[in-house]
């Protein structure tokens, strides 16, 4: 099921936002406007800002600089209302352990004030949603830290908020309890929930959101994930031919329109384009014309971590371990 | 302040400390012993009468007591001595339930999801220092009433005019609170600081100290507190204690927990 295309209403907006402790920027400058039933992914290496502009978007800490809303609802001026309108998945679940499951959720339905029966209502549905009802009366600390985190997900969405902020769902998981965290996720996603997602694991980002914004110190840059590896020459086509192209036929499959270029890497012709699929069948009807026996066409596209590192100015490697044996 | 969040967070306060076994044996343990201790030691005492030297220096600040046979005045001048010990109780067990409360949340890190809420740190504060601060001042009051009805059963109307006088009602019911409301202040500022409950009560346990110097002075006979000595200190403990609870608001800020408490 595709999830739904995201509405042209904001959920949430920032303008200039930043935050400041004592003398040094945790971040600043972050603009953007997030629609509703969309889902954005923050993405940036440890200590890049991700959690500060979580709290700054969920009114826990007020910004040094810069505006945010929620809902309309001003970080700053009205955070107690701004608190009402999100949910949050915390770094760490955060459960209180002598309590059960239920008792959990209970404690937070009257934090925000829902009524007994609604409370009720929403704990079964939850419980149910992420497979915990059978354990409704347990402790949260017989949970394993999937199921942690998943009840820590129920918590961030028992009062029905507007934006949900999941604040690196998966670290610290093993793979079983963060395939389970992403299932849970993708659910919500699917149920066209607004959703900010802070984390540092790319293939989780580029799975799970509609943009992703770059944070390190400030935003970035922020876009699909499509229009990132697009924007950085991503995309193209790679065609294995029985015997490497001559330079005829790379010049003539360089004048095909929608073609960027050309080149010969390791025997195998890669063609760059915006849109490879589309000039695929151009490309082929060129080189078999000019006698070539094309032995496989694959459109590939350029990882999100060659996109990550490209925005993040890193070149992974370069200080290497190797470097100071 | 909206009750109803108090009240929800002092529930849960309540709920996750009577789980808590350890905590709940260092609340219930000492009351019994405080109770029985007092009535085996005047019962040994009662028998025998002061020295003539401590005898002259009670009566010297207890006039009222003139009338008591010997074995009275000994047991009166022993059972005194336990007084302070209902102080204790509002002292330690707020002290106990709040070290384990904050530092308990600083550890599972519970508390940012409570702040997310739209919860004020006013009630989030209030719901813990009375869930805190309730529990030691009833078990000093219970322990009192146990004591009181002890006392007048087996030593008759000399104790429990003794017991019931205006110096204990002024320590237990005035006194009492403004102990157990500083401890609950002193247990906020200290577990703002330190990550280990054990650390935390040993630093709060200052707050007793000025009690056992109590129980010292009343001891030795050199200081007997009257009703109105133990209201003037209730003055004093409060008024230092309020200036604490600024301290105690003020390290309990939302930005500060998020940001400083580690």
Same mark, same amino acid.
């Given at each position: 099921?595709?999830?739904?295309?995201?509405?042209?209403?904001?959920?949430?907006?920032?303008?200039?936002?930043?935050?400041?402790?004592?003398?040094?920027?945790?971040?600043?400058?972050?603009?953007?406007?997030?629609?509703?039933?969309?889902?954005?992914?923050?993405?940036?290496?440890?200590?890049? @800002?991700? *959690?500060? *502009?979580? +709290?700054?978007?969920?009114?826990?800490?007020?910004?040094?600089?810069?505006?945010?809303?929620?809902?309309?609802?001003?970080?700053?001026?009205?955070?107690?209302?701004?608190?009402?309108?999100?949910?949050?998945?915390?770094?760490?679940?955060?459960?209180?352990?002598?309590?059960?499951?239920?008792?959990?959720?209970?404690?937070?339905?009257?934090?925000? @004030?829902?009524?007994?029966?609604? +409370?009720?209502?929403?704990?079964?549905?939850?419980?149910?949603?992420?497979?915990? !009802?059978?354990?409704?009366?347990?402790?949260?600390?017989?949970?394993?830290?999937?199921?942690?985190?998943?009840?820590?997900?129920?918590?961030?969405?028992?009062?029905?908020?507007?934006?949900?902020?999941?604040?690196?769902?998966?670290?610290?998981?093993?793979?079983?309890?963060?395939?389970?965290?992403?299932?849970?996720?993708?659910?919500?996603?699917?149920?066209?929930?607004?959703?900010?997602?802070?984390?540092?694991?790319?293939?989780?980002?580029?799975?799970?959101?509609?943009?992703?914004?770059?944070?390190?110190?400030?935003?970035?840059?922020?876009?699909?994930?499509?229009?990132?590896?697009?924007?950085? @020459?991503?995309?193209?086509?790679?065609?294995?031919?029985?015997?490497?192209?001559?330079?005829?036929?790379?010049?003539?499959?360089?004048?095909?329109?929608?073609?960027?270029?050309?080149?010969?890497?390791?025997?195998?012709?890669?063609?760059?384009?915006?849109?490879?699929? +589309?000039?695929?069948?151009?490309?082929?009807?060129?080189?078999?014309?000019?006698?070539?026996?094309?032995?496989?066409?694959?459109?590939?596209?350029?990882?999100?971590?060659?996109?990550?590192?490209?925005?993040?100015?890193?070149?992974?490697?370069?200080?290497?371990?190797?470097?100071?044996? | 302040?909206?009750?109803?969040?108090? !009240?929800?967070?002092?529930?849960?306060?309540?709920?996750? *400390?009577?789980?808590?076994?350890?905590?709940?044996?260092?609340?219930?343990?000492?009351?019994?012993?405080?109770?029985?201790?007092?009535?085996?030691?005047?019962?040994?005492?009662?028998?025998?009468?002061?020295?003539?030297?401590?005898?002259?220096?009670?009566?010297?600040?207890?006039?009222?007591?003139?009338?008591?046979?010997?074995?009275?005045?000994?047991?009166?001048?022993?059972?005194?001595?336990?007084?302070?010990?209902?102080?204790?109780?509002?002292?330690?067990?707020?002290?106990?339930?709040?070290?384990?409360?904050?530092?308990?949340?600083?550890?599972?890190?519970?508390?940012?999801?409570?702040?997310?809420?739209?919860?004020?740190?006013?009630?989030?504060?209030?719901?813990?220092?009375?869930?805190?601060?309730?529990?030691?001042?009833?078990?000093?009051?219970?322990?009192?009433?146990?004591?009181?009805?002890?006392?007048?059963?087996?030593?008759?109307?000399?104790?429990?005019?003794?017991?019931?006088?205006?110096?204990?009602?002024?320590?237990?019911?005035?006194?009492?609170?403004?102990?157990?409301?500083?401890?609950?202040?002193? @247990?906020?500022?200290?577990?703002?600081?330190?990550?280990?409950?054990?650390?935390?009560?040993?630093?709060?346990?200052?707050?007793?100290?000025?009690?056992?110097?109590?129980?010292?002075?009343?001891?030795?006979?050199?200081?007997?507190?009257?009703?109105?000595?133990?209201?003037?200190?209730?003055?004093?403990?409060?008024?230092?204690?309020?200036?604490?609870?600024?301290?105690?608001?003020?390290?309990?800020?939302?930005?500060?927990?998020?940001?400083? !408490?580690?």
């Amino acid at each position: 099921m595709e999830p739904p295309s995201a509405s042209t209403e904001l959920a949430l907006t920032a303008d200039g936002l930043g935050r400041a402790f004592d003398d040094r920027w945790a971040v600043r400058g972050v603009s953007l406007a997030v629609h509703r039933g969309e889902v954005v992914g923050l993405l940036g290496p440890n200590g890049a @800002g991700k *959690t500060t *502009t979580v +709290r700054l978007l969920t009114a826990l800490i007020r910004p040094t600089e810069g505006t945010a809303t929620v809902d309309g609802f001003d970080v700053h001026a009205e955070p107690e209302s701004v608190r009402t309108r999100v949910g949050i998945l915390t770094e760490t679940p955060g459960l209180y352990d002598k309590l059960s499951a239920t008792a959990n959720l209970d404690f937070f339905g009257r934090l925000y @004030g829902l009524a007994a029966d609604v +409370r009720a209502e929403r704990i079964e549905r939850y419980l149910r949603l992420f497979s915990l !009802w059978d354990r409704r009366d347990d402790l949260a600390a017989t949970f394993s830290k999937g199921m942690k985190q998943k009840l820590a997900i129920a918590r961030a969405l028992l009062h029905d908020p507007s934006v949900v902020f999941l604040d690196e769902p998966t670290a610290a998981l093993d793979p079983e309890a963060a395939f389970i965290v992403r299932e849970a996720i993708e659910t919500l996603r699917r149920a066209g929930r607004t959703i900010v997602l802070a984390t540092h694991n790319l293939d989780e980002a580029d799975r799970l959101c509609d943009r992703i914004a770059f944070i390190r110190g400030g935003l970035l840059r922020i876009d699909s994930p499509a229009a990132l590896r697009g924007a950085l @020459g991503g995309h193209r086509l790679s065609v294995r031919l029985r015997e490497a192209p001559s330079i005829d036929q790379v010049g003539a499959v360089r004048r095909i329109a929608g073609v960027r270029g050309a080149e010969t890497v390791d025997g195998i012709l890669q063609v760059g384009a915006d849109e490879p699929e +589309r000039v695929a069948p151009d490309v082929i009807r060129t080189l078999v014309t000019s006698g070539a026996a094309i032995v496989e066409v694959v459109p590939e596209q350029a990882s999100l971590e060659r996109v990550y590192f490209e925005i993040m100015g890193v070149r992974p490697g370069a200080d290497s371990l190797e470097d100071h044996v | 302040m909206r009750r109803s969040i108090v !009240w929800t967070v002092l529930q849960r306060e309540w709920f996750e *400390t009577v789980r808590n076994r350890l905590l709940m044996s260092t609340i219930l343990l000492p009351p019994i012993l405080l109770t029985v201790a007092p009535v085996v030691l005047t019962a040994a005492v009662g028998a025998s009468a002061l020295p003539p030297e401590l005898e002259q220096q009670v009566l010297a600040q207890r006039p009222e007591w003139a009338s008591f046979t010997p074995g009275e005045l000994a047991g009166a001048f022993a059972v005194q001595q336990f007084l302070v010990f209902f102080l204790l109780m509002p002292a330690y067990i707020p002290l106990s339930i709040a070290t384990f409360s904050i530092i308990g949340e600083k550890q599972a890190r519970s508390l940012e999801p409570v702040l997310a809420a739209p919860i004020r740190t006013s009630e989030l504060l209030a719901g813990k220092a009375v869930a805190a601060l309730v529990p030691g001042l009833l078990a000093g009051w219970l322990t009192y009433g146990i004591f009181v009805a002890l006392a007048s059963l087996l030593y008759g109307p000399a104790l429990f005019g003794v017991v019931t006088d205006p110096s204990w009602l002024a320590g237990v019911f005035l006194l009492g609170p403004a102990v157990g409301l500083s401890s609950v202040v002193t @247990g906020v500022i200290v577990s703002a600081r330190v990550n280990d409950p054990r650390v935390a009560q040993q630093i709060g346990g200052v707050v007793i100290v000025p009690v056992i110097a109590l129980v010292l002075l009343q001891a030795t006979g050199t200081l007997l507190v009257g009703p109105v000595g133990y209201t003037l200190l209730a003055i004093i403990v409060l008024v230092v204690s309020l200036v604490g609870l600024r301290i105690g608001v003020r390290l309990f800020d939302r930005e500060a927990i998020l940001t400083r !408490w580690r």
